[in-house]
């Protein structure tokens, strides 16, 4: 048997990380997807964040379900924690862990199918309870795993590979997250990487629960000219509401952006940071008005992207629950279990 374990090679040349980690370090096993999967170019994506970020690895905690996004999280960041759960369960097993370890950095892998359908509740329930984690969706708009079905994300008169024409309204996740009240909604495409990864490094330093839904064609189901989850589609129809790099705080950089093209600004560390101007108007912390402007451009047929609404003023799971600081794992078991008195004392608060 011929193996596909990925060569340990290391280049003489590589750039280390304040860590002194090459970018080799976060990457995973050897891929098993279809070749040109856009789920890969999601990888290679987190891959570059966490080396961009400096993860410790051992500090990060990767959660999934079932489907060809769930097998994502095995190609990133061999020396990171790792549960692969049962279908549509990854955002409650997330909550659990989160709750049990503050201190774990968690990044949950779904997909339309595990997130939209038997998932839908275990995902609304993670946003309106703001876990702390970045929450990846790789949204296909098909079943990959059982031959290429309609997903729940699928636009209406979009056709399969088959040529069947869908006739149910799509769930968008973007939308969905604005209504629950998220307070940090992105979307990207798996094939604008120099996008998707100041995005997903702006996810990681986020305080509460962090969706960003990925526009990711599935090129053996629904990469053809009836999808409108393909490649050339989502070319032609992508609108980038915001353009920007991730810039970890710093004495402030003053400067007036274009009104239109792109400005190039020099950061603290010498690199060069473009900024493009965003529709007149467009307040990514206003969500009443990001709703409506997302639903205006859903109307005509164009994909948003870019950070769409952050809100940093919300408490996260731990701060509304005002648990302890020491990560519950860490304390002793007289402290999680006081014994029977201290109970009856519980239940008498509720007599």
Known sequence: MPSIAKPVVRHPSQQTNELGLTIRDYEGTMSTLCAGCGHDSITAAIVRALWEIAMPPHMLGKMSGIGCSSKTPAYFANGAHGFNSAHG????????????????????????????SIGLGHMCHAIRRNVRMVYVIENNGVYGLTKGQFSASADVGSKSKRGESNQFQPIDPVILALGLGATFVARGFSGDKEHLVPILRAAFAH???????????????????????????????????????????????????????????????????????VPEGYDPTDRQRVMSFLLDKKNSSEIVTGLLFIDETVDNLHEQNNTSAVPLCQLPYEQLCPGARALDQLQDEFR
């Open 207 to 277: 305080r509460g629960l962090a969706l960003v839904d990925v526009i990711s064609p599935c090129v053996t189901f629904n990469d053809h000219s009836g999808s409108t989850k393909s490649y050339l589609y989502t070319r032609k129809n992508e609108l980038k509401a915001t353009a920007a790099d991730f810039v970890p705080v710093r004495e402030e950089i003053v400067t007036s952006i274009a009104e239109e093209g792109v400005t190039s600004i020099a950061m603290h560390d010498g690199n060069i940071v473009r900024f493009r101007s």
């Open 89 to 116: 369960r990854m955002p409650a097993i997330a909550t659990g862990a989160a709750a049990a370890n503050r201190d774990i950095t968690y990044i949950g892998v779904s997909g339309d199918g595990d997130s939209l």
